[in-house]
């Protein structure tokens, strides 16, 4: 892979990376998509090779594994593994989500930590990079199991993270049920009221519209990558993976903008509605019983279910947004979607696709907007919920959203020049890394050896 990079100094970098973390495929995928594209900066800024800018920016400050232990209602004591990654704070405060699902290893929590600082780097707030989460499947358990989890989780994460250190949201599996167990766990130790933690319930230090935002987000992104090309949603056919937080918001959005949804999914398979989705119906599926989507079909006439989740990209659609997980995306299904007619694909889940379909999405027609970018109202609107935190005061749902839609065109109209200055115009994962890249590269070269 590393002589795909056209650049002697990262591809050396890189080598280093897959030295040193064997066995962690998704963190050196993530690795790889970055210095990729880094090649012609590295080509003209022979200070920052010098500085070692590229070598550290791979290296995580650092990365914390506990133990967990909790004991479950049947009175059997369990043990899981928890996680944080310190990833940089070049630009500030460690900031990113906790996601507890059974798959979670140290290769994924990088992965999601080092893309992270990049993102925060385009949401224009001063956040670091980080990421945590622990092999905990919430899954099946009661509310009780789900908060003895969460407490001692936070037992050990606490002297950890802080509103000016390290401050966590959620992520798979840590909705906000799990962040106010986390929330009230940490109050209680650390003995002080802060935003230490995002994605809060409103009664408590929650900013409205955070829980609309990564998928509010990832459709303000896709509108104006669409009006580029004298597009928008209206009259569009959707497909959104995943039934979760992002892609609930995502269906929201999208059929606010006039757009018919016509697909979405969950681990184990999804549900097709030629009539365009009710939203209404999936709510109280997922947010109301913690239900399944096969679910969908049985309440709703027309509607069918296929229990594989990975062929909902056979559907064919003019606007895909996947919002379920990582490499969920192949080059398969990228020439599918781009072969029954799909414009635009935005990334909601982080790393979506696999490196060889963002290979062929840089180069086919259509509109591609990666993870980076996409996503990052989420983050973007934690941040604003930090501010709020500080400053006591909550702002209306109605100014978090403006603020949200400000940063979302900030976003596409930064990553749309960092492309274009480096001669690949509409090429966004080139735009999203070069103009992250810049921002924490120039302030990790201002601050010394650090
Ligand atoms: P949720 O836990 O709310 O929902 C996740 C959804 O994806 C569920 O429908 C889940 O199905 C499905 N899913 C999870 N794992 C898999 C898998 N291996 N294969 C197929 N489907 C799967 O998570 P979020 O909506 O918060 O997160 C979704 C994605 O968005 C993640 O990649 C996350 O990193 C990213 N993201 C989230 C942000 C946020 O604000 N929440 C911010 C930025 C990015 P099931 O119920 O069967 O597990």
Redesign the pocket.
């Known amino acids: 892979m590393s002589a795909k990079i056209k650049n002697a100094h990262l591809a050396e970098v890189y080598e280093e990376v897959l030295t040193r973390n064997p066995g962690e495929p998704e963190f050196q995928q993530a690795v790889y998509e970055v210095l990729e594209s880094l090649a012609p900066v590295a080509d003209k800024r022979q200070d920052m090779v010098q500085a070692g800018v590229f070598k550290r920016l791979v290296e995580p400050e650092r990365v914390i594994i506990f133990r967990v232990p909790w004991v479950d209602s049947a009175g059997v004591m369990q043990i899981n593994r928890g996680f944080r990654v310190q990833f940089n704070s070049a630009i500030g405060p460690y900031k990113g989500?906790l996601?507890f699902?059974p798959?979670v290893n140290a290769s994924i929590i990088k992965f999601?930590g080092f893309e992270q600082t990049f993102k925060n780097c385009l949401t224009t707030l001063p956040m670091g990079g980080g990421k945590g989460g622990c092999d905990f499947d919430p899954?099946g358990k009661s509310d009780a199991e789900v908060m003895w989890f969460c407490q001692s989780f936070m037992t050990e994460l606490y002297r950890h993270i802080g509103q000016f250190t390290d401050s966590p949201?959620?992520?798979?599996?840590v909705?906000a049920r799990e962040i106010g167990f986390l929330h009230g766990q940490y109050k209680r130790i650390a003995n002080e009221v802060t935003g230490a933690m995002t994605g809060k319930g409103i009664p408590y230090g929650g900013s409205l519209g955070r829980t609309s935002?990564?998928g509010y987000g990832l459709c303000y992104i896709a509108a104006h990558a669409l009006a580029a090309k004298k597009q928008d949603f209206k009259g569009k056919t959707v497909v959104i993976?995943?039934?979760?937080?992002?892609?609930i918001y995502a269906c929201e959005k999208a059929q606010e903008l006039g757009a018919k949804v016509v697909a979405m999914?969950?681990?184990?398979g999804y549900v097709y509605d030629e009539k365009g989705i009710d939203l209404k119906l999936v709510k109280e599926i997922k947010e109301g019983r913690r239900g399944r989507i096969a679910e969908y079909a049985e309440a709703k006439k027309g509607a069918t279910y296929k229990a594989d989740?990975t062929d909902i990209w056979s559907i064919p659609c003019d606007i895909a947004l996947p919002?379920?997980?990582?490499n969920?995306i192949t080059e398969k299904d990228a020439k599918l979607l781009v072969s029954n007619g799909c414009k635009c694909l935005a990334e909601?889940?982080?790393m979506s696709s696999t490196a060889d379909a963002v290979a062929y999405l840089v180069g086919a027609d259509i509109i591609y907007v990666p993870?980076k970018a996409a996503?990052a109202g989420?983050?973007s609107v934690s941040g604003l919920e930090m501010t709020q935190n500080s400053t006591r005061l909550p702002w209306t749902a109605e100014e978090v959203d403006a603020r949200l839609q400000k940063i979302m065109l900030d976003i596409y109209n930064n990553i749309d020049a960092a492309a274009k200055a480096y001669g690949m115009e509409g090429n966004f994962v080139a735009g999203a890394n070069i103009a992250g890249f810049l921002k924490v590269g120039e302030s990790m070269m201002a601050q010394g050896a650090v």
């Open positions: 989500g996601r699902h798959s999601l899954k949201a959620g992520d798979i599996g909705g935002a990564t993976s995943g039934s979760g937080n992002v892609a999914s969950d681990s184990n989740c919002s379920a997980t990582q969920e909601g889940s982080n993870a996503n989420g983050v």
